[in-house]
């Protein structure tokens, strides 16, 4: 039984209400191809997603409405995937005719995409726009505008660290919204922990612990206020992360008051451990202003951990041996107390070849551990001890391009596979060259890329190389065409040419560099070669492959106005095709260029002549 594509959507529709509720009924009803785009994004592909809306949405342009659900759906997968800048840019390119509640709307996410990013002064501005243009209306919905506005605001002046000012803006809020409303209660008592006043904190959240992110502020406000030690608060964090009410969102804040108290504590381990989970976590989530951590907080812990282990065994800086000896002993069953020591050597070991074994095997014990890449970045692209690509260790360059690829972050993964000039030693090497020239050419580096494939025929291939090597090759040379580099691509099929004495392979070169040449509308020089490529290896070209790029070159001569050749290429493949599509195909181009010829009468006449044959 078949199913066309309306009862696919229906299906749809009906699973998505099952299982997500009553909420999108009406717009599934209204629209369900919109319904459609919506599980794109939700199955793993919202890229995909967003151009399918590219490409479906315009028609809406007139129909406001409409339109603004689209555009609903549009910016909910920017903000599901951070794609704050990405936000930002689409409101500049809003249709007019809005209805008012989407306007409002859509400025508010533009606003939060704006806090997102650090800027507070332009969300502010922003907002304080909006209260402005909408106090001089009368609706019922303007009072929880305002409300949300100026909650953001707050947060505005939080984003910048100016905390004076947030303190009296929080305070102005209360005055003028209910005090009890525990979200403006904990955002007020943001501020005061930002204004080192955790003792107010204690007090006013002392009866609102078993809401999540209380408890956590109230952790954190009793170990500043030092109404519970630090060891007990680390504790206290740590089984809060336990429970099941804990959200996602808190872990971070929870491993920062670990971080914090443990620091005051001095447990050393702790304090390597919770920040690890920090560092981690800044890399997706957003900043949280609460703490000071960074990637240098990270390494400092560790060298402190190291040192303290390290003082107890009696090892003194400068006996590497003994710190990797140390490493490579607790490598399996204490990995934290590894990474330390590996650490230590990677900032004060003896020599480069020393601080570079470290390296190496300090980043193979972080791969072993949950969300190690991202980890990984965090640690040498967030320090000032690594402020250029160049000054990381090269062994962990090489995952950074993994880590970036993972995260289909092309651009870096090309800026620091550009860094690179050779693998691992455990990489088979023309692959990593071949892989290596390919993130160039799609992070955006491609005369880099052109060449390093260059470079690469040069010294890898031979004459005795085999096919499945150069097939390799060649797919990278296609992306080179891909993204319109034609004249690289040219020149690397060209030196593949030379190193090949496989007649077949010629000829798909010679066709594969026609086609860059027509592409730069070098029309003459591509029916060159797509008759070099017909031509082998007989000098007849009349098989299947020799027919199709006969047909290319007579296209091309056309192109290039040379009708006459055009036409007698064109004449020959239509006295050796049998096929009734194929020599209906033929006529049309043979009376595309009867229409199109200035010629004399005379080739006119004879060209009609053989059509009606």
């Known amino acids: ?70 555009e609903r759906l549009r910016f909910n997968i920017y903000r599901e995937h951070g794609n704050w ?47 402005v243009t909408t106090a001089s209306q009368t609706d019922e919905e303007k009072p929880k505008w305002f409300k949300r506005w100026r909650h953001l605001i707050v947060r505005s002046y939080l984003a910048e660290q100016k905390v004076e000012d947030a303190h009296t803006a929080i305070l102005r809020f209360q005055q003028d919204y209910a005090a009890n409303d525990l ?5 007020r008592c943001r501020v005061l922990l930002m204004s080192q006043r955790p003792a107010e904190v204690v007090d006013l959240l002392a009866s609102h612990t078993n809401n999540p992110e209380a408890g956590m502020l109230y952790l954190l406000a009793q170990l500043r206020a030092q109404k519970r030690s630090p060891v007990k608060v680390v504790q206290a964090g740590l089984r809060q992360m336990q429970g099941k009410w804990a959200r996602e969102d808190l872990k971070i804040s929870l491993w920062s ?40 907080s990270l390494w400092n812990a560790y060298i402190d951990y190291a040192l303290h282990r390290g003082n107890k065994a009696q090892f003194l800086i400068g006996q590497d041996e003994k710190w990797f000896a140390a490493a490579e002993r607790y ?95 455990d990489d088979t090497s023309y692959m990593w060259y071949l892989r290596r020239a390919r993130i160039l050419v799609l992070g955006g580096q491609v005369e880099k890329g052109s060449k ?40 690397v099929f060209n030196a593949v040419v030379k190193h090949t004495d496989d007649e077949k392979l010629k000829r798909e070169l010679y066709y594969w560099m026609a086609d860059s040449r027509r592409a730069q509308h070098k029309y003459e020089a591509a029916a060159h070669l797509y008759l070099k490529s017909a031509l082998l290896p007989d000098g007849k070209g009349l098989d299947p492959w020799g027919q ?66």
């Open 183 to 187: 979200d403006v209660l904990l955002l």
């Open 331 to 425: 490598f399996k069953k204490d990995p934290l107390r590894s990474r330390a020591f590996y650490a230590l050597l990677i900032h004060r070991g003896q020599g480069e070849e020393n601080r570079t074994k470290a390296a190496a095997a300090f980043v193979k014990s972080i791969k072993k551990r949950k969300s190690g890449g991202r980890l990984i970045k965090q640690l040498f692209t967030d320090s000032k001890h690594f402020a250029a690509i160049p000054d990381i260790p090269e062994s962990v360059r090489h995952m950074l391009v993994d880590v970036a690829l993972a995260q289909s972050d092309i651009p870096y993964a090309s800026e620091v596979m550009a860094t690179l000039s050779s693998p691992l030693q």
């Open 257 to 296: 008051v670990v971080a914090e108290a443990a620091q005051r504590a001095g447990d050393r381990m702790n304090t390597a451990k919770a920040l690890e989970y920090v560092m981690i976590d800044r890399s997706t989530k957003r900043s949280n202003n609460l703490f000071n951590f960074n990637a240098d």
């Open 548 to 613: 199709t790029a006969r047909y290319q070159a007579a296209q091309s001569l056309g192109l290039a106005g040379l009708n006459e050749d055009a036409y007698i290429l064109f004449k020959h493949l239509l006295r050796v095709t049998k096929e009734a599509d194929r020599r209906a195909v033929l006529q049309h181009e043979l009376q595309k260029l009867h229409l199109s010829n200035n010629k004399t009468n005379e080739v006119g006449e004879i060209a009609e002549q053989e059509l009606k044959q």
């Open 85 to 131: 800048q990405q936000l930002i840019d689409r409101i500049s390119n809003l249709p007019a005719g809005l209805p008012t509640e989407f306007t409002r709307w859509i400025h508010t996410q533009q606003a939060e995409a704006l806090l997102e990013l650090g800027k507070g002064t332009s969300a502010r501005n922003l907002l304080r726009g909006l209260i």
């Open 452 to 491: 390093a494939l260059t470079e690469f025929v040069e010294k890898e291939l031979t004459k005795k190389s085999d096919r499945e090597k150069i097939d390799r090759l060649l797919q990278v040379v296609f992306d080179l065409q891909t993204v319109g580099s034609h004249d690289g691509a040219f020149n």
């Open 1 to 70: 039984m078949s199913i066309n594509k309306p009862t696919i959507l229906i299906l749809i529709c009906l699973f998505f209400v099952a299982t997500r509720g009553y909420g999108d009924i009406a717009q599934a009803n209204e629209n369900p191809y919109l319904l459609e785009v919506q599980q794109i994004a939700q199955s793993g592909a919202p890229n995909l997603a967003i151009r399918v809306m590219d490409r479906e949405q315009e028609q809406y342009r007139k129909e406001p409405e409409k339109w603004a659900a689209w």
